[in-house]
């Protein structure tokens, strides 16, 4: 019952997001010297959590219509001007580290979220 709240559904996305994120910028940082390679990274969670619902109502319950209630994202090809080296290769060492801050961050925010909905479940059944 508690793992179908849209709350809880949009903390383990966010988590998801920040795992798949985090998997390409150690890509990228991996292949920092690869001649030729091309950085990537994941478009944004907001961007692709207001896709999943395409601007339809969102199922709440198993007997709702039209709404399937998945979530996915991709790595995407990153095209930064000015990032390309001589060998072709357009990862940015720096780049990738503040990238890697903003996820951590952003993992952190699902797991507040998912802390806190869980508080206010227990508070509401009476446990502590």
Do not use: C, W
Not at 19 to 43: F, H, K
């Amino acid at each position: 019952m508690f793992e179908k709240l849209e709350i809880l559904q949009m903390a383990q996305a966010m988590a998801s997001h920040a795992a798949l994120r985090q998997n390409a910028i150690s890509q990228n940082v991996a292949n920092a010297d690869t001649p030729g390679y091309a950085a990537r990274d994941v478009e944004s969670f907001a961007d692709t959590y207001d896709a999943a619902g395409d601007g339809q109502l969102k199922a709440t319950r198993p007997g709702h219509l039209g709404a399937n209630g998945t979530f996915t994202a991709h790595e995407i090809t990153r095209h930064d001007p000015g990032t390309m080296s001589p060998n072709g290769n357009s990862v940015s060492i720096e780049e990738e580290m503040v990238k890697g801050v903003e996820v951590k961050q952003q993992h952190d925010l699902a797991l507040a979220i998912y802390k806190s909905s869980m508080g206010i479940l227990r508070t509401s059944l009476g446990r502590t």
